[in-house]
């Protein structure tokens, strides 16, 4: 039988975390190309814009094939680096979007990246929560650790209606869940941008460091 994208990413309630071995037998498999903007892309973007400021130095945790990377040019003057944990991706992402500089990066195990401290002044991570979410204590540590003072920290995710997440309920299963554990993290939430509870909903979060300074722009 032929494999879709849940057999290599969460099945039964099983986070399976094949992302190499996906990206190498599907070919699109969030179905990202040819869809176009998505809702929560346009969200996702949307609440950037209403920042009122323009971004120098972007971090993508999480990025594929670079679509959203893309969009994201969009709110940024300056660089864009994207990561994956899957270099087929990175390579396929490289190949689409020469502008962008990709990586490989399995965000859930690392500490320290090759980049001064403090040095992004917005961390982006799309889709990717439920990838992460064993491990989301070290995430928001690489968050809290790169991101300069005044920095943001966009998190926009998709979520199931309730009743319907077998894996990870019991860690984030609503957009409330995740303010809660960005909270407890030392993050400080600046906006929220929800799509339709009832279908496809999506939720765009920007967030600070707390107690960080606001950026002068
Ligand atoms: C649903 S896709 C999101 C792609 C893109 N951000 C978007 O919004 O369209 C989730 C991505 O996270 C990547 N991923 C999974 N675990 C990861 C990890 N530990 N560190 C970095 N990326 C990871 C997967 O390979 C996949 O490309």
Same mark, same amino acid.
């Given at each position: 039988m032929t494999k879709d994208y849940h057999d290599y990413f969460i099945k039964d309630g099983v986070h399976i975390g094949q992302y190499e071995e996906m990206y190498q037998n599907v070919e699109d498999p969030w179905h990202?190309? %040819? =869809? %176009?903007?998505r809702l929560d892309m346009e969200a996702a973007l949307t609440v950037l814009r209403h920042q009122r400021r323009r971004f120098d130095k972007v971090l993508d945790i999480g990025? %594929?094939?670079?679509f959203f990377s893309n969009l994201l040019r969009e709110v940024v003057d300056g660089q864009i680096w994207s990561s994956d944990i899957s270099a087929m991706a990175v390579r396929k992402a490289r190949q689409r979007y020469p502008g962008i500089n990709f990586f490989v990066l399995d965000a859930g195990q *690392?500490? +320290?990246? +090759?980049?001064?401290?403090?040095?992004?002044?917005l961390i982006v991570m799309a889709q990717t929560l439920w990838c992460v979410l064993e491990r989301l204590d070290r995430v928001f540590g690489l968050f809290r650790r790169y991101l300069a003072p005044g920095g943001l920290l966009l998190i926009s995710q998709h979520f199931l209606q309730?009743? +319907? =997440? *077998?894996?990870g309920a019991k860690i984030v299963a609503t957009p409330d869940d995740l303010l809660r554990r960005l909270e407890g993290a030392g993050f400080e939430i600046r906006d929220v941008l929800e799509t339709n509870r009832r279908r496809n909903h999506h939720a765009a979060i920007v967030a600070a460091p707390a107690g960080g300074q606001e950026d002068a722009a």
């Open positions: 990202i190309n %040819g =869809q %176009g903007r990025c %594929g094939t670079g *690392a500490v +320290e990246l +090759e980049f001064d401290d403090h040095f992004f002044d309730p009743g +319907e =997440q *077998a894996y």
